[in-house]
């Protein structure tokens, strides 16, 4: 199976860098017990915790401001009580799973987008907030290598005689970086594509909302590192820097794990490792988990509210959008707080309880019930962890199992050790997740999900480190003795023991089930019956791409009604639909998603080529990236005519066509078939002409039984049939459009502009209300600085492709119609594959990579 070694990579990184940094944390603590590192957490000084807090705040108070900038340098400002609410929500959920700047994304894409922003705009704006973090994270070393340098090298332990000349190597970056913003008049050009710099005041803006950031968030930990050591806090800053860096390379979330073997490897000789842990975990609660918690008693808030009809009064905090957004943003969020409430669950279970809160209830209950809840609290962390993914993917069964779940590990939590604090977390998950039912919709089978590589390396993560901990918070026991069946009230090392068994095992257990499903079957292509219903679906749709269904050389997936359809193709890993979800809208979703499954489960790229703006929110809740691929020139019929003089050459080319004899004549369905031996001839001809073959996939091609199911457009000069087109309509009289247009060499000259004027005036008469004339490819890319890199190179191929196509050609002709131009999309896994996939769409469409090089 080597084509799915690269997918691993990164889960496999991921599982390496936390085994290193176990192995780090186990020979630094090895003379410490798991009751030394929660007595150093429980002796931190109160002020010193109030401190962290006040800390906290600033650090997630300046954090928008990355939001602000990057908004302003994209000229697009936003009201300051919306850019807070949409950097809130982000940060509080990336915090927690990785680099803030890259996971919050999506989160900003959904609240950017409905707020106005084009996609264009919001990938240069996530860019700048990326380039402010690098830019801060570049100054803040800078400052601690010139200012402390020798303090810092004996920290840091680093091979050189002094580190002045490093931290001048940065500052100068930065200085440049200032310089070239005061002459912004000057763009970096390479080609067609400009890169300019920002306003000075933008810049020093970027450098001073960084620079608080990592400032104040490094304070965070300083200030929870136990006095009386004597350490500066520039060395320590630096320590931070570097440990942050390692835990965002190692694409860990949160960089869990690798950023605490970092700091404690570096701080050890100079603080005790129980120490430095202790602080390690008072900054994880009060950094990371108190903003999530907060964000989700927000989240409480709000649902709380809208299901109370009060959206109004939640739109004047976050401008208005935000109800409608947040049905989608709930899953993810949800997702995480599920996970991070099974890994509480899953942790509380591995380590040992408050022995005063177990005497209490050892005296009031049986003993029995004590192991049972300590047992079951556990096997729910485990349901927790893996119902997270689930939830994620918006599964309705998800959402009763993981209710069900919560409530168990509540009572379980209590009945074990009256742990009121985790229960109180699982009760604020269950809050949150109680009024969201809309948001989870689907109908799939749980153990029928695909798990992302990089979820599985999570749970497999979490399965290494809670194993690691249990053992190491019962170092000194022998586990080979029959301790493992031990049942007292004091017998917390059994209990715990016995919990990881059950998690392990629940882990093992759901992943056999998983193997031993039945595979998906291969996709075929349709049947006539099949056809039969695509023929159906493509009758009640608007789109008239729907009946490129028809042409019979595409699988077809249906819902579980049988209204709603994609059509797609296989080329290598590619699993390519044609178009977004055709039919009924609330089946789209479902339909969508059961495509990604279906494709996820043959080890496939789920690939929507040619998608409207209307289904992206689909899309980015699938988890692919949006390519913009031209735009589509879409004709209104109701007020088209050929009087005016933007019409002139229109009028010309029609009346030149009739002077050399040329009529138009529609010829109804029911009739085709008596022409196509005729029209065979006609397109035989066109063929051998433009030496070139027969196409499909996105395009037609003759074939009798598919031409027979359209009405088609004739030109005739004389008696003779001079050119042809099959014709597209939509239901409800809503567009018409056109697939094969081939014509003989003894046509007119402009007899398919002759066929396409007629075509619209017959359609305007029979009460159609628009003519699709069909995609320009590549235009309407921007190219601005910062775009994604397919925004620069379809832009420089528009304007300097002429040589291999005629792209601005083809725009430029159908400017002549004065189309109205709507967007299209590739949506797709972007990175890498992207080469791979456009070539494999490629191949579909000319019958394989021969067909590709040939015209």
């Known amino acids: 199976m080597k084509f799915k070694i690269p997918r691993a990579i990164g889960p496999a990184v991921m599982a390496v860098a936390v085994a290193i940094a176990l192995l780090l944390l186990e020979h630094q603590l090895k003379a410490y017990r798991y009751t030394d590192l929660m007595r150093q957490v429980w002796t931190l000084p109160h002020s010193h915790l109030a401190l962290a807090l006040l800390l906290t705040a600033v650090a997630y108070a ?393 979820w599985i390396a999570a749970v497999i993560v979490v399965g290494v480190v809670t194993t690691w901990l249990a053992f190491f918070s019962y170092k000194g026991i022998d586990f080979t003795s029959p301790v493992w069946w031990t049942f007292s009230g004091r017998g917390d090392a059994p209990r715990s023991l016995r919990a990881m068994i059950g998690v392990l095992g629940a882990l093992l257990l759901f992943a056999l089930s998983r193997k031993l499903r039945h595979a998906g079957a291969d996709p075929e292509l349709p049947t006539s019956r099949q056809l039969d219903i695509a023929a159906r679906i493509a009758a009640c749709s608007p789109d008239t791409n729907a009946h490129l269904a028809l042409l019979g050389d595409k699988a077809l997936m249906f819902s579980e009604t049988g209204r709603s359809m994609i059509m797609y193709g296989v080329a290598g890993r590619s699993w390519i639909a044609l178009g977004d979800p055709l039919g009924p809208e609330s089946e789209s979703g479902e339909l969508a998603w059961r495509f990604r499954e279906s494709a996820d489960q043959h080890g496939g790229w789920p690939v929507f080529y040619e998608v409207s703006a209307k289904h992206l929110p689909i899309y980015i809740d699938l988890g692919l990236t949006l390519f913009k691929l031209g735009e589509e020139a879409i004709i209104p019929l109701t007020d088209f005519s050929l009087e005016g003089g933007g019409r002139k050459a229109l009028r010309r080319t029609r009346k030149d066509a009739v002077k050399a004899g040329a009529t138009f004549e529609m010829i109804p369905r029911e009739d085709t078939h008596i022409f196509l031996p005729g029209l065979k001839l006609i397109s035989d001809e066109w063929l051998a002409t433009k030496r070139t073959k027969e196409k499909g996939f996105s395009l037609g091609r003759f074939d009798e039984e598919y031409l027979k199911s359209f009405p088609v457009a004739l030109v005739r000069v004389g008696d003779a049939v001079v050119a042809f087109a099959n014709v597209w309509v939509g239901a409800d009289h809503t567009e018409i459009s056109v697939d094969l247009m081939r014509y003989t060499s003894v046509a007119p000259a402009g007899v398919m502009e002759f066929l396409l004027i007629e075509l619209m005036l017959w359609g305007k008469t029979n009460g159609y209300q628009r003519f699709n004339l069909g995609m320009a490819p590549l235009s309407g890319i921007e190219n601005r600085s910062l775009a994604p890199l397919w925004n620069r190179v379809g832009a420089l191929l528009f304007s300097r492709g002429e040589p291999f196509y005629n792209f601005q050609g083809l725009r430029q002709y159908k400017e002549k119609f004065d189309p109205i131009w709507e967007p299209r999309y590739l949506a797709s896994p972007g990175g890498l594959v992207l080469p791979r996939i456009l070539t494999n769409i490629a191949s579909l469409i000319s019958g394989g990579l021969a067909g590709v090089v040939s015209k």
């Open 62 to 454: 300046v954090l928008p401001g990355y939001d602000a900038i990057a908004l302003a340098y994209v000229d697009h400002p936003l009201p300051l009580r919306r850019i807070a609410f949409g950097s809130f929500i982000a940060y509080a959920l990336s915090h927690s799973l990785g680099f803030p700047l890259l996971t919050g994304g999506p989160v900003r894409y959904r609240f950017w987008s409905a707020w106005g922003l084009s996609t264009s705009e919001i990938a240069q704006a996530i860019s700048f907030a990326g380039a402010t973090f690098v830019i801060g994270m570049i100054a803040v070393a800078g400052f601690v290598f010139v200012l402390e340098p020798t303090s810092t090298i004996q920290l840091l332990r680093l091979p050189f005689p002094s580190l002045k000349p490093v931290g001048a190597v940065c500052l100068a970056l930065v200085a440049v970086y200032l310089v070239l913003s005061a002459t912004r008049y000057k763009t970096f050009r390479i080609f067609d594509w400009e890169f300019p710099v920002p306003s000075t005041r933008l810049a020093l803006a970027q450098l001073l909302v960084a620079v608080v950031d990592w400032t104040a968030a490094g304070a965070v930990l300083y200030v929870l590192l136990p006095p009386g050591y004597q350490l500066a806090f520039l060395p320590v800053l630096g320590v931070f820097l570097l440990a942050q860096f390692a835990g965002i390379l190692s694409h860990v979330p949160g960089g869990l794990g690798v950023f605490e073997a970092i700091v404690v490897l570096l701080l050890r000789p100079y603080l005790p490792a129980s120490s430095i842990v202790g602080s390690l975990l008072a900054y994880r609660a009060i950094y990371y988990l108190l903003p999530l918690v907060l964000a989700l008693a927000f989240l409480i808030a709000f649902e709380v509210q809208r299901q109370r009809d009060r959206v109004a009064e939640v739109a004047s905090l976050a401008g208005g959008i935000v109800g409608r957004w947040m049905p989608t943003l709930l899953p993810q969020i949800l997702s995480v707080c599920t996970f991070v409430a099974g890994v509480i669950l899953i942790v509380s279970g591995a380590t040992p309880a408050v022995r005063s809160r177990v005497t209490a209830l050892d005296s009031v209950l049986p003993l029995g019930i004590i192991e049972l809840s300590h047992f079951a609290a556990s096997v729910a962390g485990a349901g927790l962890v893996l119902l997270a993914w689930a939830i994620r993917r918006r599964l309705d069964a998800a959402y009763t199992l993981t209710i069900a779940i919560l409530v168990i590990g509540i009572v379980a939590s209590l009945l074990k050790g009256l742990d009121w604090e985790e229960a109180f977390a699982l009760t604020l998950v269950l809050a949150a997740l109680i009024p969201s039912r809309r948001a989870f919709y689907r109908k799939a089978a749980i153990t029928s999900e695909p798990f992302s590589h990089g």
